[in-house]
């Protein structure tokens, strides 16, 4: 893994200040970078906007990974000190391209999951629940949508992903209160797929790393994946035969690769296969 830690150095390319953009075989990781809390503004929305597009657009990348800089936040959500000094209809365009940005990550036909290191609250939750894959540091921090202590709501797709995971009732109830809770109330409520044990934030990125290598080239035929995210993710907004038929029009794309004859032909000559991403 320290090689692999190396390799990821090598490959460093600055987005932006606000954040950080490295790649490594076939895993893009993107790191919210304003310290302590990681609260992003107008411009750090545009950096991820930006970086997201990049990572969509390179045949290289199979994997989108998102974590926060530091050992103590992944994401605290939207500046208050910016929200508070400007006007009224900068807030709403602010909400807006904060809402196409997240829209544009969900979509993307490539695996994201967010790398939970510390507290993941307000905002910050939002963009993690724009994920596929959630997987936070034991011990690290909290969670939840506090907005309402704001006088306010969740209003970067919290109220929908958050209900849509959870469940009308239960989202309600953790809107409305408020709480705050530990990543294994997380994982009970299926915010979390994974809890890692992890002594720093380094070592923790190790084990996120390592586990997304899984789904990139030429361990599993990316573009399949990338194709399973797009089915799930559209089909579950649109009626069910509509989704039936976008499942049966992204399964005519893959069985025309080159990964699903190599997939098909591995099977049946009992042998592992060797997927290119063609």
Avoid at 78 to 85: D, G, Q, R, T, V
Avoid at 159 to 178: F, H
């Amino acid at each position: 893994m320290a090689e692999a830690e190396a390799k990821v150095q090598e490959t460093t390319e600055a987005e932006g200040k606000l954040v950080r953009y490295k790649q490594l075989e076939g895993i893009a990781l993107l790191t919210l970078n304003d310290p302590p809390a990681n609260t992003y503004s107008y411009e750090m929305m545009q950096e991820l906007d930006r970086s997201i597009l990049r990572a969509r657009m390179d045949e290289s990348v199979h994997v989108i990974v998102i974590t926060g800089q530091g050992e103590k936040f992944f994401c605290a959500g939207a500046n208050i000190s910016m929200l508070s000094s400007v006007t009224p209809e900068f807030k709403y365009y602010f909400c807006l391209h904060a809402n196409e940005t997240l829209s544009r990550l969900e979509q993307t036909p490539k695996l994201v999951i967010s790398a939970i290191n510390g507290h993941c609250v307000g905002g910050g939750l939002e963009v993690a629940m724009a994920a596929d894959i959630r997987i936070a540091r034991k011990g690290a921090g909290k969670m939840g949508l506090p907005e309402v202590s704001l006088g306010v709501l969740p209003g970067t797709g919290g109220t929908q992903r958050l209900v849509r995971m959870v469940g009308k009732s239960r989202a309600i109830e953790l809107m409305t209160t408020g709480e705050l809770f530990d990543f294994e109330r997380g994982l009970e409520l299926g915010l979390v797929n994974h809890v890692y044990e992890a002594e720093t934030h380094e070592a923790f990125m190790e084990q996120v790393i390592a586990y997304a290598r899984q789904f990139t080239l030429p361990h599993k035929a990316a573009r399949a994946v990338g194709r399973i995210k797009r089915s799930v993710q559209t089909g579950a907004e649109i009626p069910f035969e509509s989704a039936l038929a976008l499942e049966r029009e992204l399964q005519q794309q893959l069985f025309q690769s080159d990964d699903a004859r190599e997939g098909l032909d591995a099977y049946v000559g009992k042998r592992k296969p060797k997927f290119t991403g063609k």
